[in-house]
DNA sequence: CAAATACATAGATATTTGTCAATATATTTT
DNA sequence: AAAATATATTGACAAATATCTATGTATTTG
């Protein structure tokens, strides 16, 4: 994995809204337009950051009729995880 | 610990740039001239991404002479892995 | 003390990112 | 089939970020 792509799996979780969104999601999963109902922000900007999320591979978005619905994958999670861990475990 | 805390936290990891210091001091306590070297960067640059390395917790800096040696804070990249364990902890 | 070295800061600029309004697309409901 | 709903996409704009050159500030070296 080169480093564009490690820096885009953090990516997920340097913006305030997005780390809200990952807590709304700790709850389990949830469809946008309920994530929308208690975020001050517009309908395209939370796609906008859903995307985003999705492309670190820290969300899973999971299509149902005209709903979206999205959860953290834990494999993703794990990912990150597993990076720092290496990263501490490498320390000199 | 508000989201915008926890959002410049991840700002450590979110540059490749980041990255490459960050595996350069994996290695090791290293002086910015030293990580200079190996980067295809200009001092300034090093300079700014070594502010948000340290404003992020992830990187600690310690004053000798002129120089300035860098290395990875185990405290702070313990944070950052706190959270992300805590995550997926609460996930339902 | 003068020159050299290591680093930070300031200011300018380009790129990236976050945001919104408007619109498009797909699905469901009536 | 028309209206309503959920979401994505587009395009514009503002704010944040990354980068550089030039310069400033310590500190060390000769």
Redesign the pocket.
């Known amino acids: 994995m080169d480093n564009k792509k490690i820096a885009s799996m953090f ?1 997920a979780f ?5 780390i809200q969104i990952l807590e709304l999601l700790q709850g389990g999963e949830r ?6 109902e208690e975020m ?13 999320l999705c492309d670190s591979g820290v969300v899973i ?1 999971r ?7 999205y959860s953290i994958s834990k494999d993703g999670l794990e990912n990150v995880i597993n990076y720092l861990d290496e990263m501490m475990n490498e320390l000199k």
């Open positions: 990516k340097c913006d305030e809204n997005r469809c946008a337009c309920s994530l929308l001050q922000i517009t309908q395209p900007t939370l796609s906008h950051h859903m995307k985003i978005g299509k149902e009729g005209k709903w979206m619905h």
